[in-house]
């Protein structure tokens, strides 16, 4: 069983994410913040984490910046309501980042869990 941390701080959310993939099976914890997120992950094994890009205090590509700073290898799927968010070079450039930004309230989970399973299976192959 996959490991799967989702963070936002949209407790809605959260709630949808985590009913979801606890009906595949993945065993799940939830964070309302990035810090929050980094204090989960650095006393448990993730396997993957759904992340807000837009969140207060630490954001999604702080958390990520944190997290390489661990250097803790949890791969990381990033959500966002911003259409016009773009990626910063430094994030693009970690192999254990997707390139796809799911948009909400509109993504698909089906294609959330295909994104989540390819990026474990991708880092776990390293």
């Known amino acids: 069983m996959a490991s799967l941390l989702v963070i936002d701080d ?7 994410l ?27 094994r993730i396997d993957a984490a759904i992340v807000d890009l837009r969140l207060p205090g630490m954001d999604g590509t702080a958390f990520v910046r944190e997290l390489k700073k661990t250097g803790i290898k949890t791969v990381v799927v990033f959500c966002t309501g911003s259409a016009d968010f773009r990626l910063p070079e430094d994030i693009k450039t970690m192999s254990n980042v997707s390139h796809n930004v799911f948009l ?4 698909n ?4 869990e295909n994104e989540v399973r390819l990026m474990i299976r991708k880092n776990r192959e390293e």
């Open 10 to 16: 949209d407790l809605s959310v959260r709630v949808s």
């Open 18 to 44: 985590e009913g979801f993939f606890e009906d595949r099976e993945y065993d799940i914890l939830t964070a309302g913040s990035g810090e929050e997120g980094i204090e989960i992950v650095k006393q448990n």
């Open 104 to 107: 909400k309230p509109l993504f």
């Open 109 to 112: 989970m089906e294609e959330i």
